[in-house]
């Protein structure tokens, strides 16, 4: 299987029944996919894509059960959707979100002099 039709290839059932069957071989399999689609990401999105795998791991292990897991993800995922500075927000008000980053304050920069030894 090429890499582009990694994820196309995805048959639900066949992952369905390996959960059920040998939990072990299923969670191997899942954190291999996930470590495949992360090495296939531009540069610039491995590092938060590979921080928000590790939100999703701990939610589900404190979590009581895999609906609880499940519930808890998907919250978090709708907050960042429609919740303060959300998705939404970015879609609704573009102007105001440029306009305070390009009033963002800059820096000053500061020249030094070269060091010149024995002075």
Not at 38 to 46: D, G, N, R, V
Not at 86 to 110: H, M, R, V
Request: aromatic share 8%; with cysteine.
């Amino acid at each position: 299987m090429d890499e582009e039709n990694k994820i196309t290839d995805f048959d639900f059932d066949v992952w369905s029944q390996m959960a059920r069957q040998d939990p072990e071989k299923f969670e191997a399999m899942r954190q291999q996919l996930i470590d495949d689609l992360i090495a296939q990401a531009p540069l610039h999105l491995k590092q938060r894509m590979t921080g928000l795998q590790w939100q999703v791991d701990q939610v589900r292990k404190q979590a009581s059960n895999p609906m609880a897991a499940c519930l808890q993800i998907s919250q978090r995922m709708w907050d960042n959707v429609v919740g303060e500075k959300g998705l939404l927000d970015a879609f609704q008000e573009p102007q105001k979100i440029l306009s305070a980053i390009k009033n963002e304050p800059t820096g000053k920069i500061l020249s030094f002099d070269r060091y010149k030894p024995g002075k």
